[in-house]
């Protein structure tokens, strides 16, 4: 098993509510299964999935959040050196929409200043129980400056693309990281545990 | 979010969220025990936690509230539930406004405990960062209420190696050992490297240095004959002189002029044993600050299907009178939850069911956030430990680390400076006397060429190594945990969960690794996997609910771990290298 042929590797981490459909969503991008088998997610730390993009290998490694989120309880190093945020409610629960500040907040607090946060609505298939509208949705992504998409991890509907979306932003951003060297991105290699630098030096 | 009710049935149930109750949290997930871990507090790892600039001026607030009221001579006995008197007398400076117009008197100084906001936001921005700069870049801040560091072959490394709780820290060696000595502070040369490459070292003391360093590896008759006589004792009748004596002592030892030979050498070694496995000094820190390690914990608890509540309490344990162990908890909504084991903090044990009410030792606490490093270098990102001997007769030896912000722990053009000791009197009593010969305050504004300090804190904290975690009057199905100790490794903490788990469930592992999630096969939805995209997905999951992948990688990564080698960082799988990069980068 040969890990190091890759030229980027990214940490995407996936909060939201409980029962949103996180788990789902990555089980389905990265074994094609839905619904997931529940017992398998014990002692699952985060899944791992390579995809190509213009020619170039991209390890993606995607963290659950172990369901700390249940009684918010996320511990904050869940947030650190995370490349991506996918922030996810369910469109058929106000609830989960309305607790998205709260969510922001945490983001603000712990998450590195450069995040790449992306909103995703999902359960677009039941369609007829939505409550929150699309509309409302992206109006609110916009004015956070996050992307917005709307999946069904059930039917498979735009969660490849939401992680090739991802994949592509967090691409462009690395080019740009290492043509500005701004001083607020991490030492080249110190403490740094995924970071654009190091995927090449690995042996 | 709705308020869902927890589940009723536990094995264990933990309350308080500190190192050793987290590891243990950890180990008993892991192997299969359910765990209801609680804390009330809305943030982890208690006295263990470490908090941004803004926080720990919330924190500084919630202090207050039960310190303010105390007055001289007076003590706080706290109640379960209230605050657990593990903290007092909290005092903050800020001299921020001092600094940045240097010529005004020492009125500016506030000598309360609140931290001078208002006035010092009014003040011009020249190049010194001012209060309001701390408050707006609050959150680049972790600052540990416990000032520890990683022996990087002590136990907390090798259960983070063996767990592969690693994983979730990332880490950077403290790269110069400092001490303080005639006034000036000095590199100690402590590697085979740095004793080549010392200026301040003659050819006698190093040759002298290096056959000592070597010489005492080995346990000798003549190091037997001083056993039970001071160390200091020892190392003078090696006719080391006082440069080589100070630096072992203080620096190397760590230890005080009346330790005993034995102690002094044993602590010699550990220190020697540890140089070089991640770099040229013994020691790591954790990138964001120790309040990261109890969570990493935590979290592999979680993984592992431990539940998570905080800002949730207990409030009563019910017992079973005849056998005398603890069924089931009553938790802060009033939930019966039944469990066989509940560990707890030492500080919510009630007053009344201890053995000794209160704690019988206090350490001194001093955080600074100052302008520049206290030894100036070619690199501006160092990280350093400075022993600082006792000043006076009868004053406390300080250890002192300081965090340059590539360790994520301060905000950039600053430093962060954790002063700790045994308490001989107050925090400010016992440390402010060595931060005014280190570095320019008010006090000391003559002190042109030390770091200007920009904000202080200075409390104390119990002693969790004078706190007594048996005997109480309990339940034989609960145990305690005490919180940290003043020393400078992790060593108790560790101990303390290892031996716990051990009693309780004497024949399991604790905490073996966790499966590289590169290895995770993933069975029961075999029929909907037909389509799987990915190589890995092709084998057919069989029985249990995880294995490991077969195959010669995966084989051979599983052996290293078990031995904890460092090995593992140069041929373990990708992830691996990842998790340990700074480390590994650095032992290069």
Redesign the interface.
């Known amino acids: 098993m040969s890990m190091e042929d890759y030229d980027y590797l990214f940490k995407i981490v996936l909060i939201g509510n409980a029962g949103v459909g996180k788990t789902c969503l990555v089980r389905r991008f990265t074994q094609g299964l839905f619904p997931p088998g529940q017992g398998a997610t014990i002692g699952v730390d985060f899944m791992i999935k390579t995809v190509e993009i213009k020619g170039e290998k991209v390890k993606l490694q995607i963290w659950d959040t172990a369901g700390q989120e249940r009684f918010r309880s996320i511990t904050q190093s869940y947030y650190r050196s995370a490349n991506a945020l996918i922030l996810t409610y369910d469109i058929t629960c106000e609830d989960s929409f309305r607790c998205l500040p709260e969510w922001l907040r945490e983001i603000e607090q712990y998450a590195n200043n450069q995040v790449v946060t992306i909103l995703v609505g999902n359960k677009i298939d039941l369609a007829e129980k939505r409550e929150v509208l699309r509309q409302r949705a992206e109006d609110f992504a916009v004015a956070q400056s996050m992307l917005y998409l709307e999946t069904s991890a059930k039917e498979s509907d735009n969660v490849e693309k939401l992680f090739l979306d991802l994949a592509c932003e967090l691409i462009r951003e690395a080019k740009q990281n290492k043509l500005d060297n701004s001083d607020t991105a991490p030492m080249p290699g110190e403490g740094k545990t995924i970071s654009y630098l190091s995927c090449c030096s690995l042996n | ?2 308020a ?1 009710d ?1 589940p009723s049935e536990f094995d264990v149930v933990i309350l308080g969220t500190g190192l050793a109750e987290s590891v243990v949290a950890a180990a008993f997930s892991r192997v299969g025990q359910r765990v209801l871990h609680v804390d009330r507090r809305s943030y ?1 790892a208690g006295d263990w936690a470490s908090f ?1 600039f803004n926080g720990l001026l919330s924190w500084i607030q919630e202090q207050h509230v039960s310190t303010s009221l105390l007055e001289e001579g007076e003590e706080l006995i706290c109640l379960s539930n209230s605050d657990s008197g593990s903290i007092r007398n909290v005092q903050v400076f800020c001299f921020t406004r001092w600094i940045t117009d240097c010529f005004v008197t020492q009125a500016s100084q506030t000598q309360g405990e609140e931290p001078e906001a208002d006035r010092s936001q009014s003040e011009p921005a020249k190049k010194k960062i001012n209060y309001a700069q701390l408050v707006k870049e609050g ?1 680049r801040f972790n600052i540990d209420l416990v000032s520890k560091l990683m022996y990087s072959r002590g136990s907390l490394v090798d259960l983070l190696i063996k767990s592969n709780v690693s ?6 060696n403290i790269t110069r050992i400092l001490t303080y000595r005639h006034g000036n502070v000095e590199q100690v040369p402590c590697s085979r490297a740095d004793v080549f490459a010392s200026r301040q070292l003659s050819v006698v003391e190093k040759r002298k240095l290096m056959r000592f360093l070597t010489s005492c590896m080995e346990e000798t008759e003549e190091q037997r004959a001083y056993k039970g006589r001071p160390y200091l004792e020892f190392l003078s009748d090696q006719q080391l002189g006082d440069n080589l004596q100070h630096f072992l002592l203080h620096s190397i030892a760590m230890v005080t002029e009346d330790t005993p030979t034995e102690e002094g050498l044993a602590s010699t070694r550990h220190f020697l044993h540890c140089l070089g496995r991640y770099g040229n000094t013994p020691f790591l820190f954790p ?2 600050g120790l ?2 390690i109890p ?2 914990f ?2 592999m608890c ?4 431990g ?6 309490s207990v409030s009563c344990l019910l017992v079973d009178k005849e056998s005398n162990r603890c069924k089931a908890v009553i938790d802060s909504r009033g939930q019966r939850i039944s469990c066989s084991h509940f560990v707890v903090e030492e500080c919510y044990v009630p007053a009344n069911q201890k053995k000794v009410a209160t704690p019988s030792r206090f350490v001194s606490r001093a955080v600074l956030i100052t302008d520049s490093s206290v030894l100036h270098s070619d690199s501006e ?1 160092q990280v350093s430990l400075v022993t600082v001997p006792p000043i006076a007769a009868g004053c406390p030896a300080v250890r002192m680390v300081e965090l340059c912000p ?3 722990t301060c905000m ?1 053009g600053t430093y962060l400076v954790h002063l700790t000791c045994q308490s001989v009197g107050s925090a400010y009593e016992d440390l402010s006397p060595v931060v005014t010969r280190m570095f320019r305050t008010p006090e000391s504004h003559d002190r042109e060429n030390c770091p200007s300090v920009l904000w202080c804190l200075y409390f104390n904290m119990a002693d969790g190594s004078g706190v007594e975690v048996e005997g109480h009057d309990l339940p034989s199905n609960v145990y305690v945990f005490s919180g940290p100790d003043g020393g400078l490794s992790h060593e108790r903490a560790v101990r303390q969960a290892e031996s716990i788990f051990n009693k309780v469930l004497p024949d399991e592992d604790f905490c073996p690794p ?2 590289n ?2 290895d ?1 096969i ?4 075999t029929a ?2 037909t ?4 190589e890995k ?1 092709e084998k057919e999951g069989a029985g249990g ?2 294995k490991n ?1 077969e ?1 010669e ?2 084989e051979e990564e599983k052996k290293e771990e078990g031995r904890a080698g460092e090995e593992e960082q ?1 041929e373990g ?3 691996e ?3 340990k ?2 480390a590994g ?1 650095l032992a290069e």
């Open positions: 979010m709705a869902e927890l982890y941004t959150r994983r979730y820290a990332e880490f950077k990138v964001y309040g990261e969570q990493c935590c979290r979680a993984v592992f299907g539940i998570y509540c905080l800002r949730h990102q590539s360790t994520m950039p966790a499966p999630p590169e995770i993933y069975d029961g939805d909907a996997s389509g799987g995209e990915d997905q609910e995880e992948e195959g990688a995966g140069k799988a990708g992830e290298i990842h998790e990069e700074g980068d």
